[in-house]
RNA sequence: GGCCUGGUAGCCAAGUGGCAAGGCAGCGGUCUGCAAAACCGUUAUGCGCCGGUUCAAAUCCGGCCCAGGCCUCCA
């Protein structure tokens, strides 16, 4: 049974999807306008996790992730710069997805862009101009909240307390109540669309309304973002979708924290951010950066430091080591408990996940099972098939972490040659040689350890350790 | 001001009534020709503070302090 946090009945519930083993997803991805930052990320790495967990558990999933590639910044880039919209966006997409790859996040199974969809847009806000939820004014269509009662449920927002006043944007105030937001507006910028709403461009909200719908039907299961979207954008995509539709829009409602930097949010707005291409510039594993990202509870804000990225590379690079030096397991006599042992870290770790992503409670299963392991190794018990499993165990729960190095690592027979060369100057106790030979390997990247199971060799990247 | 989070070791971080997980770093040791790795021991008689409930509290209740977020574009 897997358990996550609704942020719509602040509860954890156990998760039934719609459809019996499958799951619909829609995860609201970036706003196409400049590079991503780290903090973006976090939200990116917390949805992977989720796609790739439900996955692991057996559901077919069907995931969305929006392009928002026209909004007041990406226009007002594109007009700077003197680009089409299409170009100036067209250059943060393809950079969003190289990050994505090095960060190993999985593709969604769409990942669709606001401007394709402007026809979408456009039939569902004149579905609730004919309901009577939308109303025109000035070449602009605005929801009215009035008209839906339950709005400003999830966020738990007390109406009244929102009130006209010195923020409310020059372009908004013919609205009939400050509190209604903008579906269509009206033709301002160089960027508009001649449709039968008249020439202008769609509002932020409605593009997820259109799009989940698109892919994922009326309703579907599960909605994720941060929890900066909770007020007023996903609040409004129920409003706007439900009124709509007279169907529930969404089951589970998922949000994860910010990544702080001292202590403050990570944002554009405050200068404090760093892309990831930052952080690579300093030569740090990517990696470690996608654990860092991982290894905290989504709903808990993460304070993100130099200090804990370097303990995230250590982290992984031992845990790579680990796994490396299983091939070297070739002539234990085995042992007995292994198998239970591994069934016992399964069982931590998907007892930890299902219970709302709880990746700490299950990345410490694995970490005692190596823990186990190791004891074993040095005792020189553990056979080539205990370490076959544990091998197969490890890649089987990196499915879902993907944070191993799997790449085929070979000597070549020269290299071969000289670790056996190396023995046997060891036997012979010509230390020295046996000295430079190891030097050889550290030259190029590669550590030598004399073990039970005769002598080992693992790579190390450039740079750590 | 309203609403919502969080405060657990040097750092990161689980734990929501019954002996305080795990990771990183440090220190001491074992092993090793020397290393490396690993293992063993050690690092919170205490979980922001003060009260209360209870046989028993990090955990429940009340009050307070601190930090952050949302209420306006944001992951």
């Given at each position: 049974?897997i358990?996550f ?10 998760f039934?999807p719609i459809k019996?083993g499958n799951a619909g997803l829609y995860t609201c991805g970036p706003t196409v306008y400049?590079l991503a930052h780290i903090g973006n990320f976090r939200a990116y790495i917390f949805e992977d996790l989720l796609h790739r967990y439900l996955e692991y558990g057996g559901y077919k999933v069907l995931r969305v992730m929006n392009i928002t590639d026209v909004d ?17 966006t067209d250059?943060y997409l393809t950079a969003f997805l190289e990050d994505m790859e090095i960060l190993r996040l999985k593709k969604p199974d769409y990942l669709p862009r606001a401007t394709e969809h402007?026809?979408e847009m ?82 932020w909200h409605i593009e997820c309304s259109a799009m989940s719908m698109k892919y994922l039907g009326e309703s579907f299961d599960i909605h994720t973002g941060g929890?900066?979207n909770?007020?007023?954008h996903h609040?409004?995509e129920?409003?706007?979708s ?7 829009f969404v089951n589970y409602w998922m949000h994860c ?19 990831l ?9 990517p990696?470690?950066v996608r654990?860092?990202l991982l290894?905290?509870?989504y ?54 996940l299902?219970?709302?992503l ?40 990196d499915n879902v972490l993907v ?63």
């Amino acid at each position: 049974m897997i358990r996550f946090y609704n942020t719509l009945t602040r509860n954890k519930e156990e998760f039934k999807p719609i459809k019996e083993g499958n799951a619909g997803l829609y995860t609201c991805g970036p706003t196409v306008y400049d590079l991503a930052h780290i903090g973006n990320f976090r939200a990116y790495i917390f949805e992977d996790l989720l796609h790739r967990y439900l996955e692991y558990g057996g559901y077919k999933v069907l995931r969305v992730m929006n392009i928002t590639d026209v909004d007041d910044k990406t226009i007002a880039g594109c007009e700077k710069e003197s680009v089409s919209l299409k170009e100036y966006t067209d250059r943060y997409l393809t950079a969003f997805l190289e990050d994505m790859e090095i960060l190993r996040l999985k593709k969604p199974d769409y990942l669709p862009r606001a401007t394709e969809h402007i026809p979408e847009m456009v039939s569902l806000v004149k579905k609730l101009l004919d309901k009577g939820y939308a109303y025109e004014k000035d070449g602009a269509v605005y929801f009215s909240i009035a008209k839906f009662p339950s709005y400003g449920k999830m966020a738990g927002i007390d109406l009244s307390e929102i009130k006209s006043g010195a923020r409310v944007d020059v372009d908004e105030y013919e609205k009939e109540d400050v509190r209604d937001f903008a579906l269509w507006k009206e033709e301002k910028e160089s960027v508009f669309w001649d449709t039968e709403l008249g020439r202008g461009r769609p509002g932020w909200h409605i593009e997820c309304s259109a799009m989940s719908m698109k892919y994922l039907g009326e309703s579907f299961d599960i909605h994720t973002g941060g929890v900066d979207n909770i007020f007023p954008h996903h609040e409004n995509e129920i409003a706007q979708s439900e009124a709509a539709t007279g169907k529930k829009f969404v089951n589970y409602w998922m949000h994860c924290a910010h990544l702080l930097v001292n202590g403050e949010k990570m944002s554009k707005s405050k200068g404090n951010f760093y892309t990831l291409r930052d952080i690579l510039k300093k030569g740090y594993n990517p990696v470690a950066v996608r654990y860092l990202l991982l290894s905290a509870h989504y709903r808990d804000p993460l304070n993100f430091s130099e200090k804990a990225l370097k303990q995230a590379e250590n982290t992984v690079s031992n845990y790579n080591a680990f796994y490396q030096s299983l091939d070297f397991c070739k002539s234990g006599i085995g042992n007995k408990e292994i198998k239970a042992d591994i069934e016992k870290a399964r069982k931590d770790f998907t007892a930890g996940l299902s219970d709302d992503l709880n990746i700490s409670a299950a990345l410490a299963g694995i970490f005692n099972l190596i823990k186990t392991v190791n004891i074993a190794v040095s005792e020189g018990t553990l056979g080539p098939e205990d370490a076959g499993d544990i091998k197969g165990f490890l890649e089987e729960t990196d499915n879902v972490l993907v944070i191993l190095d799997k790449e085929e690592r070979k000597l070549s027979g020269e290299q071969q040659n000289l670790i056996k060369e190396r023995e046997q100057a060891r036997k012979d106790k010509d230390f020295k040689k046996s000295d430079e030979i190891r030097d050889v390997f550290k030259s190029q990247g590669i550590l030598l350890e004399d073990t039970l199971y005769g002598t080992r060799w693992k790579t190390v990247k450039k740079g750590i350790k």
